[in-house]
């Protein structure tokens, strides 16, 4: 059942706690349900804020009775129209100036004339629009953040050496800030090491008799890393000589060409610094980056990869990518989302895939092509999706429903395909069309003969089917209740301020998001300062219901949840999400806190696919407003508040925000501005972890727990 998967690093390899070092985050450099530390530090000692009067909005809040006068007819419609145009100039000036081009210096056209058409070199055209080239910026704090790209573009390279079967040895180093890569196989031609990585559109990967599948990106990946580095050094070697070429933000500086002075294996070295003047102050997270090589290791078996001197390598490819991610997170077992039978998987010359079911009913899938994570899935998702749903209704001859089939599901496929086409630079959705029909029957007999190999497992899935099919049932009763009462009752969703545009409008609502926050008070603040065309908030009672372990029926007969789910659409099914961010608005206290668990267990309990997808987001406001009378400064932890108070002197006044409600509404219009709101992803680092998490913090009340919260969240709070 079980590959040999080896790492070397011992500290990596022990036992760790679940109340230690958890795996749910909602900020890369923390790893709590309970999001950011920075903000739980910051909320030490302090005392929460008195309640304050609900704050109402409503059209006719300001509206008078006068006794009317009588006017002539012509009178009256011109005072309107004065008063009305009167408005409008106002509005419309008020909308000029949210335009940022407003706000730079107008230049006085010029001709337009031959000198001044420019020309820029394509690694100028890089740094110019790095966003075409390696699709965000960012400061590392997301896995998908550039710098994360730019180390991926060279360790692809190296990786399509293996594929083409030159090199079964990676070695990647990462620190501060600094990336080294070295492999074993043929190297780049000697006189083209400088075209290689400075030229666009040359490179091998264009001929498919070198690169027949290519994981790079065609001839751009390591051009956009010279010219998105401080420092990039390039050295291949090739029969006892060496090329070296270093490069600073795309401009050569030296190149050489000579016989080594001691013997070395065939092979590329690359070494870069990504530019602060492009990413600004970034860290890598060693945890993202461990996830890469480990997904390196899993999609090439016999592939050895090193970084900073542990080992990873993974001898039975997806199968040990699922037993990964499935086994208990330690050797308890307690919590564990186990699978219900033995993983299957099939091996195909240019298809693989691994499957198994969980208790859960969360579909989730790992998609790579070429060894490229889609993280958005594609074409080559959808076809094995109903590759597996008829190759099941087959082996049984039932006509299954599709999300019985798949509820609960856990499988990862690889597909190698020669002339993959994503749906954007940094590959995260394959759309090509013609493979379907190829992905679909491949895997359909795959799984057919896998089938009637292991009948013991066959039978756990005709059970896992028909338990599925029962639960549904009667979840669909509940839903059907519900959908009746609302139409009878015309049931409205209370706490709900909505905004103009949704998903479903395309362009115009991609930038949609919610805002779920506690009390009316918050929410009457946010209300007044949205965007009304993309924010729209929710308004909880207080803190809900914790629906650890509850069926999932019962998140229906509660009025709370169920509010929330009908006012972010999911009610049915989540792929009626109407907003493109869920962003959890909570104070920054131990209430606030607790209403986070609450919100994250229920998402990841019933709507696990959310967080998978990216859609939930913890906001970030705020702690601190340093200010004089010509200034404010607003921190967001305590060393950007010592910074403002060192730099506006000892004059300057600091308030501490405890509760958004405090906030006033012109400061957070500010705040959850589109090119200035502070959102911090919630992402799951390990599948397995989330089982143990949610059943130490939200599950019964245990000794260990106890033990925790008194070394832990007690010390806190008397801090």
């Avoid at 499935?326 to 039978?341: F, H, I, N, T, V």
């Avoid at 749903?389 to 039932?398: A, C, L, M, N, V």
């Avoid at 019933?606 to 998978?612: A, D, P, Q």
Wanted: hydrophobic share 35%.
């Amino acid at each position: 059942m079980g590959g040999k998967i080896t790492k070397t690093d011992a500290a990596k390899t022990a036992p760790k706690k679940a109340a230690a070092k958890p795996a749910v985050s909602a900020k890369t450099t923390s790893k709590t349900v309970k999001a950011d530390s920075k903000t739980k530090a910051s909320a030490k000692a302090q005392t929460k804020a008195e309640p304050q009067a609900e704050e109402k909005f409503s059209a006719w809040a300001n509206a008078k009775t006068v006794k009317k006068t009588k006017t002539p007819a012509d009178k009256k419609t011109e005072i309107k129209a004065a008063t009305s145009a009167a408005d409008a100039e106002k509005k419309l000036a008020a909308a000029k100036q949210i335009d940022p081009a407003s706000q730079r210096a107008k230049k006085e056209v010029q001709d337009y004339g031959d000198d001044k058409i420019k020309h820029l070199d394509a690694l100028e055209h890089i740094r110019l629009r790095s966003g075409m080239y390696i699709g965000r910026l960012g400061n590392g704090s997301n896995e998908n953040d550039g710098i994360y790209v730019l180390m991926k573009e060279v360790i692809d390279n190296a990786i399509d050496e293996f594929i083409m079967g030159f090199g079964n040895h990676i070695d990647v180093s990462v620190v501060d800030g600094r990336v080294k890569v070295r492999d074993y196989g043929r190297g780049i031609p000697l006189t083209k090491v400088v075209d290689c990585v400075s030229q666009i559109n040359t490179g091998a990967k264009y001929n498919d008799d070198v690169f027949q599948f290519s994981v790079g990106m065609n001839g751009v990946g390591t051009k956009a890393v010279n010219a998105l580095s401080s420092y990039f050094r390039v050295i291949s070697v090739r029969d006892g000589q060496c090329t070296e070429a270093v490069f600073e933000k795309g401009k050569l500086l030296t190149q050489r060409t000579g016989a080594l002075k001691n013997p070395q294996k065939n092979g590329t070295y690359f070494e870069f610094v990504p530019d602060e003047e492009i990413f600004g102050k970034y860290t890598f997270n060693m945890e993202y980056v461990e996830k890469k090589i480990w997904n390196y290791a899993y999609l090439n078996p016999g592939l050895t990869l090193k970084l900073n001197g542990a080992e990873y390598k993974s001898n039975n490819g997806l199968l040990d990518l699922l037993k990964r991610e499935l086994s208990p997170a330690d050797d308890s077992g307690e919590g564990a989302e186990l699978p219900l039978y033995e993983i299957g998987d099939y091996t195909g010359e240019h298809l693989k895939f691994a499957f198994t079911h969980t208790g859960s009913f969360n579909e989730i899938y790992f998609s790579f092509v070429n060894g490229q994570f889609t993280s958005d899935g594609g074409s080559h998702l959808n076809a094995f999706k109903e590759g597996f749903i008829k190759g099941i209704r087959d082996f049984y001859g039932e006509n299954f429903e599709v999300e019985d089939i798949r509820a609960g599901i856990k499988a990862a496929v690889l597909v190698k395909i020669k002339d993959p086409i994503f749906e954007s630079q940094t590959k995260n959705k394959l759309g090509n069309t013609d493979i379907r029909p190829w992905i679909v029957a491949e895997t359909q007999s795959g799984l057919d003969a896998w089938l009637h190999k292991n009948p013991a497992a066959a039978e756990k899935i005709k059970n896992k089917i028909e338990t599925n099919k029962k639960l549904r049932t009667e979840l669909k009763d509940v839903k059907g209740k519900i959908t009746a009462a609302a139409k009878k009752n015309s049931i409205t969703i209370k706490k709900l301020h909505d905004c103009k545009y949704h998903l479903q409008d395309g362009a115009k609502g991609a930038d949609s998001m919610i805002f779920i926050t506690e009390g009316d008070s918050a929410s009457g603040t946010m209300t007044l300062s949205r965007n009304a065309d993309t924010q729209a908030i929710f308004s909880l009672k207080g803190k809900p219901e914790n629906m650890y372990g509850r069926r999932q029926s019962d998140i229906y007969k509660n009025d709370e949840l169920l509010q929330l789910m009908m006012a972010l659409g999911i009610e049915q099914s989540v792929d009626n999400l109407r907003y493109s961010k869920i962003v959890i608005a909570t104070d920054a206290d131990n209430d606030g806190f607790h209403i986070r668990n609450l919100l994250l267990t229920f998402f990841l309990g019933y709507f696990e696919e959310l967080v998978l997808n990216g859609h939930i987001y913890i906001l970030e406001t705020p702690l601190f407003r340093v200010r004089t009378k010509k200034e404010n400064v607003y921190c967001y932890d305590e060393e950007e508040r010592d910074k403002a108070q060192e730099r506006l002197g000892s004059s300057a006044e600091t308030t501490r925000f405890k509760g958004l409600g405090e906030i006033s509404g012109p400061e957070f219009k500010v705040f959850i501005k589109p090119d200035q709101i502070h959102l911090t992803p919630v992402e799951i680092s390990q599948l397995k972890a989330v089982p143990k998490i949610l059943s130490f913090y939200m599950g019964k009340n245990t000794p260990e727990r106890r033990e925790f919260i008194e070394k832990n969240l007690l010390q806190d709070i008397d801090a």
